[in-house]
Every structure is written in structure tokens, then in C-alpha cells.
């Protein structure tokens, strides 16, 4: 079945660690993006690709890296930069262009 | 700067009412509002509006946007439990850098 794989659901990070949430999608969506998602709080925008080896920044990239050296992949890196990284993140595709974006299931990352 | 404003922030009814979700944005090169719920992880998307007053119905969810006032508002009729979740609005921009830029949400809780 075509659709956005996250993994793993649940990732715990220890002070000073870099993690990286990974995203995988086989609707041969061109565009990907990664959002955070906090109690009481929307969705915020941390980085985006329309492309292939092109990404851009969002609204709150400081700490955050990514690559999209893959069509299907945008895994997300969480680095030690991130002051405050325990949130929900999603991930979606959408075709380039299109509005209607399409989500994964979500990462819960917890800092111990 | 851009931003998607939802109200209320929250919501509690009992099954069989009907609900009426806000969302106002303000966003450059405005293409179209999409609304998607949000039950337990991955949003799923419910309507995308383009044209101003036309009205988009999906059973008992009804949605219609307003460019004059920069609005969108959602309609919920007879609610059911299952109506409990997040509901999220978000606004899509495009020209150079396509992206969806959405609201904080509101969180309904159907009582039965």
C-alpha cells in the first residue's frame, strides 16, 4: 500500500545527543516536509524539499537538520542545538504543487 | 508575518449538537485553506477551499471559506464521540516557496 512510513514510533534522547527520525514515502511525492507538533500548539514547520538534493529551511529549523538525497527519504536529524526537542514530529509528502499534503504516523521523541 | 489563527482553542459538547470551528489566516500569495482532523497521530485531511461562499459538504462536516474576511469556518451537525479530535486549519501558500502554514487547532471532545 502506497503511503509515509515514520520510525520509530517512540524515540527517547539522552542530554547532548543527536538523533535522526526517519521518513519514508512511495507515493512518489515529490515534495516532503517535517513538522513539530506541541501540546496546545499546531503544527510548525521545520524544514521542507520541493525537490530532490534541495531543502529548505521553515519556521523553526535552528537545531534541526535534514538531507534529501532520495526521492522517497527525508529523514530528519535532531542535534544537540535543539534546546527543546521533546515534541511530536510528523512527517508528510504531497505532490509538488498540490495543496493536500499526506502524513505519517509520527515520531514521539522524549529527552531524558 | 504569516499566521493561522483557530477558535476556540478547545470545545465540549454532547453527542447530537452541532459545532461551528473558526479559522482566520493571514498569509501572501493565499491559494486555498484545507482543513484536516487529527484523532490520535497522522492528520487526515477532510476538505481543501479554493473559491470564496462555495460550500464543501462530507456527510455531516460542512465547510466554506470567505477571502473578504480571510476566514473559514467548519460545521459539524448531529456530533458523534467519533467526532472527537483535533481539528486543524491550514492556509497554502504558493509562488516560490510552496508550503502549508497551520493553525494551532481546536480540540473537540464529543460527551455522549
Known amino acids: 500500500d502506497g503511503g509515509i512510513t515514520q520510525s520509530p514510533k517512540y524515540l527517547f534522547r539522552k542530554e547532548g545527543q543527536n538523533v535522526t527520525l526517519s521518513c519514508e514515502q512511495n507515493?512518489?511525492?515529490?515534495?516532503m516536509y517535517w513538522y513539530r507538533q506541541d501540546p496546545g500548539q499546531g503544527l510548525r514547520l521545520i524544514y521542507y524539499?520541493?525537490?530532490?538534493?534541495?531543502?529548505q529551511k521553515g519556521d523553526i529549523a535552528e537545531g534541526y537538520s535534514v538531507s534529501r538525497e532520495k526521492k522517497e527519504s527525508f529523514p530528519l536529524t535532531v542535534t544537540s542545538a535543539q534546546k527543546n526537542p521533546t515534541a511530536f514530529y510528523l512527517c508528510?509528502?504531497?505532490?509538488?504543487?498540490?495543496?493536500?499534503?499526506?502524513f505519517g504516523q509520527g515520531t514521539r521523541l522524549t529527552v531524558v | 508575518e504569516d499566521k493561522v489563527v483557530q477558535s476556540p482553542l478547545s470545545l465540549v459538547v454532547h453527542e447530537g449538537d452541532t459545532v461551528t470551528l473558526n479559522c482566520s489566516y493571514e498569509?501572501?500569495?493565499?491559494?486555498?485553506l484545507l482543513w484536516y482532523k487529527q484523532e490520535k497521530k497522522a492528520p487526515t485531511f477532510l476538505f481543501m477551499l479554493?473559491?470564496?461562499?462555495i460550500e464543501k459538504k462530507s456527510g455531516r462536516l460542512s465547510s466554506i471559506l470567505d477571502k473578504k474576511e480571510l476566514s473559514s469556518i467548519l460545521n459539524i451537525t448531529a456530533t458523534q464521540t467519533g467526532d472527537s479530535a483535533i481539528y486543524l486549519c491550514?492556509?497554502?501558500?504558493?509562488?516560490?516557496?510552496?508550503?502549508?502554514?497551520f493553525g494551532t487547532g481546536t480540540l473537540l471532545a464529543v460527551q455522549p
Open positions: 524539499s520541493q525537490i530532490v538534493n534541495d531543502f
Open positions: 498569509v501572501t500569495n493565499f491559494r486555498s
Open positions: 491550514a492556509a497554502y501558500y504558493g509562488g516560490a516557496t510552496n508550503k502549508l502554514i
Open positions: 479554493t473559491s470564496s461562499g
Open positions: 507515493l512518489n511525492h515529490d515534495a
Open positions: 508528510a509528502s504531497s505532490i509538488s504543487g498540490r495543496e493536500e499534503a499526506f
